[in-house]
């Protein structure tokens, strides 16, 4: 007996010994190593060669390292890059090749040689263009069933997710997001195979037709994240009779498109959240009241992308805010911008001591009240963003005690006061400020120094004046000013240039400033700078070199352009309504990217350099109202996707080109007062975006173009060329409309208010008005005035129906005016003066309307008769003649008057023929008077011819 124990002891000590033994040698590192663990298997080696083989392009050398020869410790895969073994067995168990969010690294596809890689846990291949020749999510990564990790995200697969996914049974962490969707799935009962996972990411995957996917969540009760944004769900007004998700922490379901009343929601009663975030699911309707027992909540999100601010008096968008947050004490990040909450801004403020909250965002809604005192409390407050509502009062010097504040926005409310250095006394961290567009009085002192460095500065339309702002000076590292409209009456500091030379936007428009610009400006960083309406004058001096947008508008520069020898970056010039002289320099063409050049209103001369416009990406060219000469532009050929076009009064001169046809995407294109003549090319219908078209006063002659259906946007029919909005402050457009020149506002608002208009006017246009003229249904403006049209009136004009504006007088026009002008509802203005129109005018409401407040509309039409002129129209004639010697009411008229003159004339010559006939005395004084008048006529001819000749020897 005791021979067993001792041989059990002995046997006890061995394996003890042997255990200890096993875990040093684990512990000790290995040679040339940091870890003692046995080379890889080789098997596995060779199904990571046979991955990097599949691998087409690594530009980064990520599996540089992943090669079969070299020295022993090379050929060891655990020690691969991205490669991690386990140190007891040797057997790959993560795979790590994930990239960032700024490119793929790698590209090719996932060879199915992973498969061979039976111990893997962990496999990464993120942001990687890894989706191969099929672009699909291999189904056989659903054979890696020891897989804990799987990250797929970033890699543009499309097509549907595979339902092997569901075999990873021990999966936990699964993230198939994109950035650029692609991929869908109809069903998502596979995930219920994987009941132990916790963070599931599938953000952009089109789960449009999944219609119980939150009861196919509700069935993963171990989840813990759950990504679905930009998935276009339909709703998430499913209803579940038991909630499992009693461990969920992070929702994320932004940018779905739910559509129904928020309190429906399924989620609300998940009071383990932390992270939710539902911005831009078109919820509408009331908050629900369970909102207020989500005590863990961290960060709630429920903003929008953009605001729907066509819905001010809808109850369906705006809500009012009766939830109590006052227990939501973990708040960390609150934002409700674009919500259309209405109500007072303070009942949205959670109160709570201490306040943990760091970012708060109600901006964009319609909150009224006053910004309460006790917001000094947020001590905690990083980012305070309430622009764009309707709160009122002043700005409490309580937000100066927010010492970790860095971002400020007030903007666009209607607060007023005066703001002074006391509401910055304590703001250290402050970067970002924006208080523009409410009626502020900034009053701070020169000599301050404020306690942070600001990035941003905006106090557009607030009150700085009338000296320019010496304060600003000590902050050297503003990158951001935006002081326009601030009524500053005062010159640039002398300290501007060195004080500003890290600015890289720069607005100080619509103020008073005068002086000179800066002669050091070229030395400044800046990118952007508009300085248009002001009185600045002299010359124009070196651009900054990195300047790429430049409005000096509106001011008093003279002397020459800039030189484009330093500023070739320009994309952006305008320097309309200035004084600047002399000719367009040859360096302009140095601007490769310029998008927009509006010289208008100067007194520039001569020809434009025929290198100008060299690039395609012009869209705007305006050099109107200056005495600029020669044919029309041969550069505009070269600007393809030119969508305005003003060479308005000018010098230009010869016939319009026939490549005039090929610039399609032309929107707006003005041409009046010059001294261009010939026919217009018919090719001009190619403009099928074109909406503005103004070629009056000129010597354009022939007949108007026919194609006009080709005029697409003129018609109602759909541009593919359409623009985006250009976000500059451009020169006016003004247009001959109901009768006198009008301005009618900026070429944005035209192009925006899709204003369509044909002006030929005062030219010398001949032939017919074409009949396919009617299918402009969407002209609003149409003046063929002052030229030599004839024919009738098309006769379906009335088919015009968004008509406003129409002239046709002073041409030669005949016929009668058409019944369907009646029929034109919009019409607000008609002028047919002076043409040869015959017949019964066309009653009707409309036009009586018209007349009353333009009688002269039908004078100059002898022929026109009935309502509303006094000359009545006869049963027996269409077209009878009007005036003082008219048919009267007894039937007697004009007729009548030239059948007697006709015969007084006959009587009268032969009474003169009978008297000579018959009386000898008179026969023969006639002819001496007619041989005496020979003579005379003899004489006078020879003379002449005489003098002449000598002249000429």
């Not at 897989?147 to 569901?166: A, E, R, T």
């Not at 002192?445 to 990035?455: G, R, Y």
């Not at 060479?647 to 003005?670: A, C, D, E, H, Y």
Request: glycine fraction near 8%; charged fraction near 15%.
């Amino acid at each position: 007996m005791h021979r067993l124990a001792a041989a059990m002891l002995v046997l006890l000590c061995c394996c003890c010994l042997f255990l200890a033994t096993q875990q040093q040698q684990q512990l000790q590192p290995a040679a040339g190593g940091n870890r003692a663990s046995p080379s890889c298997i080789p098997h596995e080696r060779d199904a990571l060669l046979a991955f990097k083989h599949g691998v087409t392009s690594d530009p980064d050398g990520v599996l540089s390292s992943w090669r079969r020869d070299g020295r022993h410790d090379e050929q060891d895969c655990c020690r691969w890059r991205g490669v991690r073994c386990s140190n007891r067995t040797g057997h790959v168990h993560e795979l790590r090749l994930g990239s960032t969010f700024d490119g793929p690294d790698l590209a090719g596809q996932i060879s199915p040689s992973l498969i061979a890689l039976d111990h893997l846990e962990h496999l990464d291949l993120s942001w990687n263009y890894l989706a191969g020749p099929t672009g699909r999510l291999p189904e056989f990564l659903g054979s890696l069933k020891n897989l804990k990790y799987l990250n797929l995200s970033g890699i543009p697969f499309y097509g549907g997710v595979p339902p092997q996914l569901g075999n990873l049974s021990r999966l936990q962490y699964l993230d198939l997001s994109s950035w650029m969707g692609g991929m869908n799935s109809m069903d998502l009962s596979w995930l219920t195979h994987i009941p132990s996972i916790q963070y599931l990411n599938l953000n952009r995957v089109d789960l449009s037709t999944v219609a119980d996917w939150p009861r196919v969540m509700n069935m993963l009760p171990s989840l813990r994240a759950l990504h679905l944004s930009g998935c276009s769900l339909a709703s998430a007004n499913q209803s579940l009779p038991h909630l499992n998700l009693t461990y969920l922490e992070e929702l994320h379901a932004s940018g779905n498109s739910f559509h129904h009343p928020m309190v429906t929601s399924w989620f609300w009663n998940i009071t383990s959240l932390r992270f939710l975030y539902l911005s831009s699911t078109s919820m509408y309707g009331q908050f629900p009241d369970a909102l207020g027992d989500m005590t863990s909540l961290q960060v709630l999100d429920l903003s929008n992308d953009y605001c729907l601010y066509d819905y001010h008096d809808d109850d369906k968008n705006m809500r009012r805010m009766i939830t109590n947050l006052k227990n939501l004490c973990n708040l960390e990040v609150l934002n409700l911008e674009c919500t259309l909450l209405y109500g007072d801004v303070a009942e949205l403020l959670p109160r709570c001591s201490p306040n943990k909250l760091q970012e708060l965002d109600l901006g964009s809604n319609h909150l009224t009240g006053t910004l309460p005192r006790w917001m000094g409390q947020f001590m905690s407050l990083v980012v305070l963003n309430l622009g764009w509502n309707y709160i009122t009062g002043h700005v409490p010097y309580e937000i100066g005690k927010l010492s970790k504040l860095t971002h400020l926005d007030l903007s666009i409310n209607k607060l007023d006061g005066t703001i002074t250095e006391e509401h910055f006394a304590s703001a250290g961290s402050l970067q970002y400020i924006d208080l523009s567009y409410n009626a502020l009085k900034i009053e701070i002192s020169s000599d301050w120094q404020p306690p942070s460095k600001l990035d941003t500065v905006n106090f557009a339309s607030c009150q700085m004046g009338p000296l320019f702002p010496g304060w600003l000076q000590w902050n050297v590292s503003i990158a951001y000013l935006d002081i326009s409209s601030a009524g500053i009456a005062d010159r640039l500091p002398q300290w501007f240039s060195d004080a500003f030379s890290n600015v890289w936007f720069m607005n100080i428009s619509n103020n008073q400033l005068n002086g000179t610009l800066p002669a050091d400006m070229g030395s400044m960083s800046l990118q952007e700078l508009d300085l248009r309406s002001n009185k600045l004058t002299g010359q124009i001096p070196t651009l900054p070199p990195n300047i790429h947008t430049l409005d000096l508008s509106n001011n008093f520069l003279s002397g020459p352009l800039p030189s484009a020898t330093r500023s070739a970056n320009l994309t952006h010039l305008s320097l309309f309504s200035n004084r600047l002289t002399g000719h367009i320099p040859e360096s302009f063409c140095k601007y490769q990217q310029l998008v927009v050049l509006d010289l208008s209103n100067n007194f520039l001369e001569g020809e434009p350099p025929m290198c100008l416009g060299v690039t395609e990406c012009m869209e705007l060219v305006a050099l109107s109202n200056n005495s600029l000469s020669g044919k029309f532009p041969s550069f505009l050929q070269k600007l393809t996707n030119v969508h305005f076009l003003d060479l308005s009064w000018n010098k230009f001169s010869g016939r319009l080109p026939m490549w005039i046809g090929s610039l399609t995407s032309l929107r707006v294109i003005r041409l009046s007062h010059n001294k261009f003549f010939g026919s217009i090319p018919v090719n001009i219908t190619n403009l099928s975006c074109l909406q503005y078209m103004d070629l009056n006063n000129n010597k354009i002659s022939g007949s108007l173009p026919i194609y006009l259906s080709n005029l697409k946007f003129m018609t109602n029919l759909f541009c593919s060329d359409a623009i985006e909005v250009i976000d500059s402050h451009l020169n006016s457009l003004s247009t001959v409309w109901k009768g006198q020149e009008l301005n009618y506002g900026s070429i944005k608002r035209i192009v925006e208010t899709s204003m369509t208009s044909i002006d030929l006017s005062s030219n010398d246009l001949t032939g017919e008005i074409p009949e396919e003229i009617v299918v402009l249904e969407a002209l609003v403006n149409l003046n063929l005035s002052r030229n030599h049209l004839t024919g009738v009136i098309p006769k379906k004009i009335g088919e015009m129906r968004s008509l406003q504006s129409l002239d046709l007088s002073r041409n030669m026009l005949s016929g009668e005016i058409p019944a369907t002008l009646s029929n034109m509802t919009f019409l607000s203005y008609l002028e047919l003066s002076y043409n040869d129109l015959t017949g019964r005018i066309p009653s009707g409401v409309q036009l009586d309307t018209l007349y009353a407040e333009y009688p002269s509309m039908y004078i100059g039409n002898v022929g026109l008769c009935g309502h509303p002129l006094q000359n009545n129209c006869s049963s027996e004639r269409h077209a009878p003649k009007q005036g003082g010697l008219g048919r009267t009411e007894e039937g007697y008229g004009i007729p009548f008057f030239y059948l007697g003159l006709g015969c007084g004339f006959v009587v009268g010559t032969w009474i003169a023929f009978g008297v000579l006939l018959f009386k000898r005395n008179w026969r023969i004084a006639c002819f001496r008077l007619s041989d005496k008048l020979y003579d005379k006529v003899y004489v006078l001819v020879a003379t002449w011819a005489r003098a002449r000749q000598t002249q000429t020897d």
